[in-house]
């Protein structure tokens, strides 16, 4: 079978590279950072971008989003950092989502006031929230659905054609919705970002970026990416292949985990709040159900102020309070005291996090030894 078109199929096989000389199953890894002259413009050079474990891992996370063409980075703050300074230059104005990863705010607010780019925050998450910004050197408008931590929902389609209307670009961060979850170019958005530290990685053993769109927005991407060098190395390349053979299975599993977790933790007295797209009360559950194939394995909730949030994360077993997200290991944490530490407080605010908020990454395991883990860790708060 020449070009597979299944989801499935091509989490296993897109991009691979033949092993012509021994007929290995899998991907040789190509270790050379050196590689003969070709008497071409661009030499192969990891820094480049092009060797071939590079280009066969950038092939098959575009081929998961539909998209032409594709980078690899050595995370995804290299992949966003790297692609929103490829595509702005000094004077030029973009439009920001109020709600996004702390780490993406932090280099605009810190980054772009040094290179004389202009920005702003929409106050809401409408598409009449980032029509109001919209001004005469607005170049574009970047997304993030679900949100991190408190799993907005963002109308991908009216906002692109929002966009496309007023011939600026969009780029939207899929990372907590996976390929798997949602395909942002499908609905005419224009690049797509993952930090692949997350659901391509899963394993919570890699840091990587990608970068999705045209042959044309990549390498407008890969002109400031040679420069910048955030290239990921070969090694590392060849465990992001491996990792992604099992992205759909994976994220399936953790979507029914998260959607078991949300219903529970919704019916508890000790819950304020359970913040999960996949609930019928999540006030954008209808724009999530038609532009989602699931999920996600992301939720965040509320604790009740009588119970210390910390003590009840530090009291977990099996569920991990760990930084990161998307292992096959649940994991739980504190953005306030972790991913939006650096936020002041009133952003933090204005964003909805408060020191009660706990995020829940769903992992594969037993849905039962999860909920004990919950019971167990609040018993002994009270
Ligand atoms: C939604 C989102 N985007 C981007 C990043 C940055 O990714 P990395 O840590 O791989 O640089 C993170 C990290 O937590 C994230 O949660």
Redesign the pocket.
Known sequence: MKNPQNFKTLCVHAGELKDEKFGGAISPLYMSSSYAFNNVEINQYPRYFNTPNQRGVSEKIAALEGADAGLIFG????A?STTLLSHLNSGDHVIFQDDL?G??RNFIQYEFPRYGIEFSFTSGIKTADFDREIKDNTKGIYI?TPS?PSLKIIDIKSVSNLAKKAGIWTMI?N??ASPVNQNPISMGIDIVIH????YLGGHSDI???AVLGTKSTIEKVFSSAKNLGGSLSEYTVWLLERSIKTLYIRVQAQNTNAKLIADFLENESWVERVYYPGLKSHPNHNIAKMQMKGFGGMLSFDIIPEIDSKKFLLGLDLIKPTM??AGIESSALSPQLT?HALLTEKERISQGISSQMVRFSAGIESIEDLKSDLLQSLKNQI
């Open positions: 995370s995804g703050m290299a966003i990863y780490g993406t993030e991190n961060d990372t907590f930090s692949a530290t997350k840091c990587a970026g990161s997200l991913s």
